[in-house]
């Protein structure tokens, strides 16, 4: 599963960045809240007419910064925007989310990997800059070292988030 949402990721980057007939390219950031942690970052999107395509890198607040210990989160977002108006967008979205860290600096196995998948809505303000605002739901899977029983372990659950952003369009 990891190897399959990691390919997807990159395939989407790279048809983001370096698409030539992109409409409308921007960047920004982000501040997202998750049912375990704030997470803090940048994105990169592509719009065209209505479809727009999202890469994003962010970190968590509380784990990073409060217990120092690193942890990152990468992911694509696909939204159609069904309301597409100067000012205003609209639609739904999908969005992906790939989280990676480590509990505890002395075990070799202390990895903690997260997988998500979103359906959610997005909505903008804003021509050049654009105040966005999205939320979902989804299935989670968590996967982490057993000590007990000496194998990985995996966790299924559901999730949401509620995540604010800035961006500017060039």
């Known amino acids: 599963m ?25 960047a920004g950031l982000n501040f997202m809240y998750h049912p375990y942690d704030f997470f803090s970052g940048v994105y990169a999107a592509r719009q065209k007419y209505q479809l727009e395509q999202r890469v994003f890198f962010n970190v968590s607040v509380n784990r990073t910064f409060f217990q ?14 069904v309301i597409n ?31 998500e998948v979103f359906a959610g809505v997005f909505a903008g303000l804003g021509k050049r800059n ?26 299924f659950s559901w999730n949401y988030f509620l995540e604010i952003g800035y961006l500017y369009a060039f």
């Not at 120092?68 to 925007?81: C, E, H, K, S």
Request: charged share 15%; with cysteine.
């Open 68 to 81: 120092r210990r690193f942890y990152p989160q990468t992911g694509y977002q696909l939204g159609y925007a």
């Open 130 to 155: 654009r105040l966005v605002v999205s939320g979902g739901v989804g299935p989670a899977w968590e996967q982490n070292w057993s000590t007990l029983d000496n194998r990985y372990q995996s966790w």
């Open 2 to 26: 990891k190897g399959c949402l990691l390919s997807l990721l990159i395939c989407c980057s790279c048809c983001v960045f370096y698409a030539q007939d992109s409409l409308i390219r921007s």
């Open 85 to 115: 108006r100067k000012w205003l967008y609209a639609g739904p979205l999908i969005k992906t989310a790939f989280s990676v860290g480590r509990i505890n600096k002395l075990s070799d196995h202390s990895m903690v990997y997260n997988e």
